[in-house]
């Protein structure tokens, strides 16, 4: 999870949003979504992008209530024909000639577009990378970054529930610590949000006293905006930028679990809510095992 401090022009206002079929509207009861794998990016067009994900919105039409089009503050800012940060590049390499290399890390996200609200994990550049040769990066378990294993989407109840294991994440560390430099287990995450964003949900809060073991490191009084979006960065510092999400959002930037199991729970509305205590349009439960 790449950030670049900028502010998108386009309002809250000015994009069609795609709307989900829930409470009394909900014509699919409980369904399990599957999960897909990462890919890469780089180099293709937008428009090729936006249909990899929209492809996977259209396996389950029963949840839309309306043809599905891809957000325009959300997505516009993708420059076509451009690497991507990849996923080698974001947790081992860092900024520089290697930062493209990998699966793109926002694939994490992008084709996956009913997991609303995504715990990031602050996993990046914790390797010694003399040490980090290509086979260790062809290995299916090598542990870039903690992984949903699970995603349930209840429309009726107006919720989705996401699980992580974590505890397997990190004991996979323990395999590869003679090439980490910090031997620390993760216990660190953001919050990634723009595919609430993408659904019509613009606005984001957790309240942490109603989570279970989960802090919240930086200051969020009540609900805002979810400014993320994906452009075109420097951050990278590749030749050429990179497409990234953008911008840090401290508000939910910076969680911390402090024992497991942890369940992060967070609140989306569509519209600013007056409170915090106003009734949510949809709620996300974020479950590390």
Request: with cysteine; proline share 6%; net charge negative.
């Amino acid at each position: 999870m790449i950030f670049l401090l900028s502010v998108s022009s386009v309002s809250l206002s000015s994009c069609r949003a795609n709307e989900l079929m829930l409470g009394n509207q909900a014509r699919s009861d409980d369904t399990d979504i599957a999960l897909n794998k990462v890919e890469s990016f780089n180099y293709l067009s937008r428009s090729q992008i936006l249909a990899k994900r929209s492809a996977q919105v259209s396996k389950f039409t029963d949840l839309l209530q309306k043809p599905y089009e891809p957000n325009h503050f959300v997505f516009d800012q993708i420059v076509d024909n451009k690497p991507w940060w990849g996923m080698h590049g974001a947790f081992v390499f860092g900024e520089g000639q290697r930062s493209i290399e990998g699966p793109s890390e926002e694939s994490r996200f992008v084709l996956n577009p009913y997991l609303l609200v995504a715990a990031s994990s602050w996993s990046a550049e914790i390797w010694n990378k003399e040490k980090i040769t290509e086979e260790d990066l062809r290995q299916p378990d090598f542990p870039f970054c903690w992984n949903p294993v699970s995603l349930r989407f209840s429309p009726k109840q107006k919720t989705v529930s996401a699980t992580y294991d974590v505890s397997s994440f990190n004991r996979s560390l323990e395999k590869w610590q003679d090439k980490i430099i910090d031997k620390s287990p993760i216990d660190d995450f953001g919050l990634v949000a723009y595919n609430a964003r993408d659904f019509g949900f613009n606005y984001i809060f957790v309240p942490v006293d109603q989570c279970t073991n989960v802090k919240n490191l930086n200051n969020a009084p009540g609900p805002t905006d979810i400014k993320q979006y994906i452009h075109c960065g420097n951050t990278c510092k590749y030749s050429g930028d990179c497409n990234n999400m953008s911008p840090a959002q401290e508000q939910i930037d910076h969680f911390k679990f402090t024992a497991l199991p942890a369940e992060v729970k967070v609140l989306l509305w569509k519209q600013k809510p007056p409170s915090t205590q106003t009734s949510p349009d949809m709620t996300v439960f974020i479950k590390l095992h």
